[in-house]
């Protein structure tokens, strides 16, 4: 039996199906986040927006800094805390009723998947280290 596995060539973070993720997670809350209250404008709006944002500028240091596979890493790691906070501020926003069960199972296990594609870009990391 011949298996032919196909590769995909990266040229670009934009090619990481991490990031794309990762970006579409974030716009879908910046959408939603626009219905919080006003009072919410500097805390949870921002923070929620902000960490949404920073797994995927984490990712893109990380690839351009993937010269130095630590570095790369690193980035992985700072990716996959920003995710974690992001989760917590959806956990926020689910119980102060200002998204809904659905909107927040589906985000959450969008962050979930991310997490394991942060996790086996760290394991391969050789593989994306390549000079």
């Known amino acids: 039996m011949d298996i032919k596995r196909e590769v995909k060539r990266i040229n670009s973070v934009r090619d990481l199906d991490a990031y794309r993720l990762a970006f579409d997670a974030a716009m879908e809350i910046f959408e939603i986040s626009k219905n919080f209250p006003i009072e919410e404008k500097y805390s949870l709006t921002d923070?929620?927006?902000?960490?949404s944002r920073s797994v995927c500028s984490n990712l893109?240091?990380?690839?351009?800094?993937?010269?130095?596979?630590?570095?790369?890493?690193?980035?992985?790691?700072?990716?996959?805390?920003?995710?974690?906070?992001?989760?917590?501020?959806?956990?926020?926003?689910?119980?102060?009723?200002?998204?809904?069960?659905?909107?927040?199972?589906?985000?959450?296990?969008?962050?979930?998947?991310?997490?394991?594609?942060?996790?086996?870009?760290?394991?391969?990391?050789?593989?994306?280290?390549?000079?």
């Open 47 to 51: 923070q929620v927006r902000r960490s």
């Open 60 to 131: 893109a240091e990380g690839w351009r800094k993937r010269k130095y596979k630590a570095v790369f890493i690193n980035k992985l790691s700072d990716a996959a805390q920003e995710a974690a906070e992001t989760q917590t501020w959806l956990e926020f926003s689910i119980r102060c009723n200002y998204i809904t069960h659905e909107q927040f199972e589906k985000l959450d296990k969008k962050y979930e998947v991310i997490f394991a594609m942060l996790n086996a870009m760290e394991r391969k990391a050789d593989a994306f280290c390549k000079r």
